[in-house]
């Protein structure tokens, strides 16, 4: 993470939520996150994850009336812009200036600049650091209570090396020997002690469909949150299950001009909106 460090981003979303204090605020966590095999890092474990659904799913927070923290890894896809990845293709040049006239473009273009005030990017790379911001971001959240969504799109490190275990210079490709550790959950003393009345959503990825909604529970049950978003790895395109303490709903997209973020933003809104309104929150 380059420019601001950890204490002055948490700074700015300190600044950006007093003009927002008394909307409907979501810290959206996107990309993956890096764990460091060296202190001076050449190495490190990574994963696939480019931030799809985190991004999408901020396009559909804020046309629902979402003011968003984006917490995103960097280089990761971003909203609006993520439509784009060949973005010459799409330009010519007229009088020495770069023109299109992609509707697809222009639109996006326009909905960026639209949202603009109503963001704000955050990003982060290491595990260590998004550990480190989503805790500071979400006790700046905490006193708007149940007006906060914490969506936790983020795929974070499964494991990672301890500080102290780390080698100080490249790893010998010869001697390689990898102390791993199983990353702490957070999420508890986040959901007891950080936003007790947030609405928290968590995401839950798998392989194996047979143990998913089983896996989703056991979260469920394990840090006391709201909800939690089961996909599978092939599949989390089109198929995902919504799992709360009582049910699960599949949502399944069936219009392929539609994105299944749309469908689950539509749906966690309400949500959330019913846990306002049980706290007697105005909205």
Do not use: W
């Not at 993520?82 to 770069?98: C, I, N, Q, W």
Request: net charge negative; glycine share 4%.
């Amino acid at each position: 993470m380059h420019g601001k460090s950890i204490a002055e981003h948490v700074k700015c979303v300190e600044a950006f939520v007093k003009d927002f204090g008394s909307e409907r605020i979501a810290l959206v966590t996107s990309g993956g996150t890096q764990a460091p095999l060296e202190k001076n890092t050449v190495r490190f474990i990574d994963n696939f994850s480019m931030g799809t659904r985190g991004a999408t799913s901020t396009e559909y927070l804020l046309a629902a009336g979402y003011t968003v923290i984006f917490m995103h890894r960097e280089s990761s896809l971003l909203p609006f812009s993520r439509h784009f990845p060949s973005l010459f293709t799409m330009l010519h040049v007229e009088d020495g200036k770069a023109v299109s006239s992609d509707a697809k473009l222009v639109d996006n273009i326009q909905k960026s600049i639209h949202y603009r005030n109503r963001i704000l990017f955050v990003p982060f790379v290491t595990l260590d650091q998004y550990l480190h911001l989503l805790e500071g971001i979400c006790t700046v959240l905490e006193p708007l209570h149940e007006r906060v969504l914490v969506y936790l799109a983020a795929a974070v490190s499964d494991f990672y090396i301890k500080h102290d275990d780390l080698p100080t210079h490249k790893m010998k490709t010869e001697e390689v020997s990898l102390p791993l550790s199983v990353v702490p959950k957070n999420l508890q003393r986040l959901v007891e002690d950080i936003v007790p009345r947030s609405f928290v959503v968590s995401f839950k990825l798998e392989t194996d469909e047979s143990i998913l909604v089983e896996k989703a529970r056991k979260a469920l049950s394990s840090y006391g949150h709201q909800l939690v978003v089961a996909n599978m790895l092939h599949t989390r395109k089109e198929h995902v299950v919504l799992v709360d303490n009582e049910k699960e709903m599949h949502i399944r997209l069936t219009d392929k001009n539609k994105e299944i973020e749309e469908d689950i933003i539509d749906n966690i809104k309400e949500r959330h909106s019913d846990h306002m309104a049980n706290a007697g929150t105005a909205q």
